[in-house]
């Protein structure tokens, strides 16, 4: 039979989870606040349709509540892992258009960055307390960075900050759904006792 | 031979008496009742600039045998304008539903069609028996960025008109009003009102998808409303109302990240606790006892013989029991 939870885990991880939905909520408010931004000093308009872009993890989900704790983790961790990439991108980006300029929207790129790399650890810490260790980055390299028009580029930085407020939104959903769950329900069920 | 025609209103229609010729001597009724011939070109029928009181069932005979040769009954009406289409998810994350109505009557039958498309995938809008102008969606996706594309096409006799909504997951999402609002007094608390309410019913998952609430009251001889947002719970104490004053109160829900406020919840009343009046001690009060006492009858004590509530049966046979077991106890002394 699969051991309990000790209460103290179970304390420890409704403790992270409900950080980690803070944590999310913050996010999610400075990712719509910096689209505001982007779109602006993009002079992009904000109700553009962008395609999928390539690279970036799409938070759309099916039969999103029958999800295990764990899928959830391990889908959030690849996505905000992919984001502090595609954000470090964005970020350079803007900086090699503009110098070394320290602008408003370098500013807030550079913040989202912070608290994506954050949540991604908040997501590992929860992963080990699920007796899961988070997936090795070893070997993991950046996608090579596309070949577009600066235009594209504008449009692709908008597809990123859209689906990054989705993920932020999903994330929050995620985690009460953890919060929720009772300890030890994402365990593989135990075999039956042998005769 | 009968059957339906459909002309708007203000045209001009001509009806045939079927195969009749032109020059056939006919009757035409409308609704029973003989048409003047004034409005005959032969044997047809011309009505100018039809109106919605000239729809009706309209007969044409043959002059001399009375057969009926045609038959037709005029729906006099107006083609679609474009409809009123809403959209709206009180039960998130389950799905929404689409709603619609026509602006303006077409006094004919409307047939309606909605196609529901998110990406490339058409999706299903299963219509509801009633009302019968609402279909509903289940979200077969969530948390996505691709927009919901909703068309609506209304068609009649005489026309067809559509309308298109184009929206995100998120932005429709409105929950109904909470329900079971309660206001009570607080006891011994002259400014205080409690307030409780409950998740509307419709909302099917408040753990994973809590609300927020807005509270809104004011006293009745007042306009300006205070606001309150409460980010969790279902009750609230209101700590500054006037003493003595009835309040109407008001509770709103809304998703706690996305969409928009609910209608407010149905108004309710209540009035902050306030003190009992206390009995007065001075000396007028006493002087008012005495002047109360003489001006209405008391019997005095001593010719009280009966408690009121020991008296059993009618008044005419009023038996006192206690006067009774008197009077019984001498009577056994006597025996």
Known sequence: ?195 | DSHIQYERVGADVTMKCGSMDWDAAVTWTANGTDIDESHLNGSYLILKKVDLTQSGQYSCYEGSSWHLKYQTYLRVGTPPREPLLMCRSNNYPKGFYCSWHLPTPTYIPNSFNISVIHGTREMVCEKDVFPKNRCHIRYLQLFSTVKYKVTLTVTNALGKNSTTLTFDEFTIVKPDPPENVVAKPVPNNPRRLEVSWQNPSSWPDPESFPLKFFLRYRPLILDQWQHVELSDGTSHTITDAYAGKEYIIQVAAKDNDIGTWSDWSVAVHATPWTEEPKHLTTEAQVAETTSTSTSSFMPPPTTKICDKGAVVGSGAVAVCWTAGLVLAAYGVLFI
């Open chain 1, 1 to 195: 039979m699969a051991a309990a939870d000790s209460p103290s885990t179970a304390l420890g991880r409704c403790d992270l989870c409900n950080r980690g939905i803070r944590l999310a909520g913050k996010m999610r408010l400075d990712v719509t606040n910096l689209l505001d931004t982007y779109v602006e000093r993009q002079g992009l308009d904000a109700s553009a349709s962008v395609a999928a872009v390539e690279g970036v993890p799409v938070a759309a989900v099916e039969r999103w509540d029958e999800q295990t704790g764990t899928q959830r983790l391990l889908e959030n961790l690849a996505a905000y892992r992919a984001f502090r990439v595609l954000l470090a991108q964005m970020l350079e980006e803007q900086r090699e258009q503009l110098g070394e300029a320290d602008t408003a929207l370098s500013r807030a790129l550079a913040a989202v960055l912070l608290q994506v790399s954050a949540f991604a650890y908040h997501l590992e810490e929860l992963l080990r307390l699920e007796n899961r260790g988070p997936p090795s980055e070893e070997g993991a390299e950046p996608p090579p960075l596309p070949q577009l028009s600066l235009f594209e580029r504008k449009l692709r930085g908008l597809g990123v900050l859209r689906e990054l407020a989705q993920w932020a939104l999903r994330s929050a959903r995620d985690l009460r759904q953890l919060a929720k769950a009772s300890p030890g329900s994402d365990s593989a069920p135990s075999p039956p006792d042998s005769p």
